[in-house]
């Protein structure tokens, strides 16, 4: 099968695909490399890169150049578009042919011809492609004729694929593609000769979570610490003479710049900080010679020769940083409205490990009081039930949920354990008896109309266990409520 009637037939079916973007970019790139010939490659590019709106021919000189070729009872026509409002499917169902070896690249340069020619010619350039094509082919070349074809894929798709295909970042890609005015512009050629030699591309970082008690304590050890906003983010900046690129740690693109950014010829990756939920635009940005600025200290400058948004409304910059060693760190007084980041010294390389630094969890008793099993394996538990004591009432109230792992290790020893002190039961759920104490680690306490005693542990780690019936150590949820809110610790 030819290529043009491969693409049509794909993007007839492309509605029913399912919504998943990496089955829709292997579809994508099969057809890409099914091409004959580069040329027929790059007229494939051009069709699932833009859409036709002008309109060179009407439906009804098509359906003259139909009848003249191809006698049909005029009922028989008026019959077919009352049946299928798609007009262009019923001329190309009408129409028979037994060919089907119409390249991509022969149909634009039909187009071409039919956009140009007068009526007598045009006639015989559809004829032509008509004559070489099969159903779905004359259906895609109406549309395109007609000024009423659409393409179908989302915009990363087709970037994507040819970054596959030629090497070349996707975001290279999608830049050339907003340039293309015409259809015969040789991908191959360009990626060729523009990326002979691997781009330079920042490494991925993995933002990690660590608490003090998990940083090793070394005498000569030093850590930059980062203060930010809750709402930033890290982010890697790459900076050259002609493009200025924002990703995300994972090295998904947030922002590109192109055109005379910076007056270094050498790639510079800069790690920064960003606000998501900030929509970065090319009005943010001036080309030209300005330096970074920290926007809690408009005095505090990193010398980097890129553009920059506007102070007033500062959405990445480079931050300060300051150093301490593991002592200073150990006496850090979080503050609610802040977000620390922390990375080993002289770590100017983006691809260095960089770490958000947690408080210490806050340690608390609770007693076991419910286990739900496993609505199709009775063994399994699926959660448990925390209580902790509460001023106003006589009995455990809950206060925390845990999902266990099914395949969890001592998963045997607290069946075994509460077997004896198992109660009620109300479907998969079953009571069970004081007598198992657990130390569980959080971060938060919050207030919740939806539990009895008025707060809620959203989640928690298991630190350790015991048999112990006697509820004199359980903690009090309500006082452990309000020395939560005492200590400035409180870190989202």
Not at 420 to 436: H, N, S
Request: with cysteine; charged share 25%; glycine share 2%.
């Amino acid at each position: 099968m030819a290529s043009f009637e491969n693409l049509a037939a794909l993007l007839e079916s492309w509605k029913r695909f399912p919504q998943d973007f990496d089955f829709q970019l292997n579809r994508i790139k099969v057809l890409l490399q099914s091409a004959e010939s580069q040329e027929d490659q790059n007229a494939l590019i051009w069709l699932l890169s833009h859409s036709q709106r002008s309109r060179p021919v009407d439906l009804t000189f098509l359906v003259q150049v139909l009848l003249s070729h191809q006698p049909l009872p005029l009922w028989m026509l008026q019959q077919s578009f009352a049946v299928n409002a798609d007009k262009c499917e019923v001329l190309a169902q009408l129409f028979h042919t037994k060919t089907e070896t119409l390249s991509t690249a022969a149909m634009l340069r039909s187009f071409e011809k039919i956009k140009t020619k007068d009526k007598v010619e045009r006639e015989q350039q559809i004829h032509e492609v008509w004559n070489q094509s099969g159903p779905m082919g004359r259906w895609l070349f109406n549309r395109y004729i007609t000024g009423s074809y659409t393409c179908p894929l989302e915009e990363n798709i087709l970037p994507e694929a040819l970054s596959h295909i030629f090497g070349v970042p996707s975001y290279h890609i999608k830049n050339q593609l907003q340039q293309l005015t015409t259809w015969d512009f040789d991908w191959k050629k360009w990626a060729d000769s523009e990326f002979r030699q691997a781009p330079v591309l920042p490494t991925a970082i993995e933002i990690s979570e660590i608490r003090l008690s998990e940083i090793e304590d070394g005498e000569d050890s030093m850590w930059d610490l980062i203060a930010l906003p809750t709402n930033y983010t890290p982010g890697q900046l790459m900076v050259n003479s002609h493009e200025l690129v924002l990703f995300t740690p994972d090295l998904k693109e947030v922002f590109r710049r192109s055109g005379h950014v910076s007056s270094t010829v050498e790639t510079q990756f800069w790690q920064v900080f960003y606000d998501p939920a900030s929509v970065i635009t090319d009005a943010d940005i001036e080309l030209g010679y300005h330096p970074w600025f920290n926007p809690s200290d408009p005095s505090v400058r990193n010398p980097v020769d890129v553009a920059l948004p506007n102070i007033d409304v500062v959405k990445w910059y480079v931050p300060p940083t300051q150093h301490f060693t593991f002592h200073e760190l150990s006496n850090l007084d979080f503050q609610n409205d802040k977000r620390y980041y922390i990375r080993t010294q002289q770590s100017d390389n983006p691809s260095t490990e960089i770490y958000l630094l947690r408080p210490e969890r806050f340690i608390a008793n609770a007693m076991v009081l419910y286990v739900r099993r496993n609505a199709h394996d009775s063994r399994l538990w699926d959660e448990i039930t925390f209580g902790m004591r509460h001023p106003e009432f006589p009995q455990l109230v809950p206060v925390a949920r845990w999902q266990p792992a099914h395949d969890w290790l001592h998963f045997e020893e607290w069946k075994s354990s509460l077997k004896v002190l198992m109660g009620e039961k109300f479907g998969p759920v079953t009571t069970i008896l004081p007598g198992w104490q657990v130390q569980i680690s959080f971060d938060e306490i919050i207030k919740s109309k939806k539990h009895k005693s008025g707060f809620n542990i959203p989640t928690v780690e298991i630190v350790q266990w015991q048999a112990n019936p006697s509820l004199e150590e359980i903690d009090d949820i309500r006082e452990l409520f309000y020395y939560f809110q005492q200590r400035d610790k409180k870190f989202k």
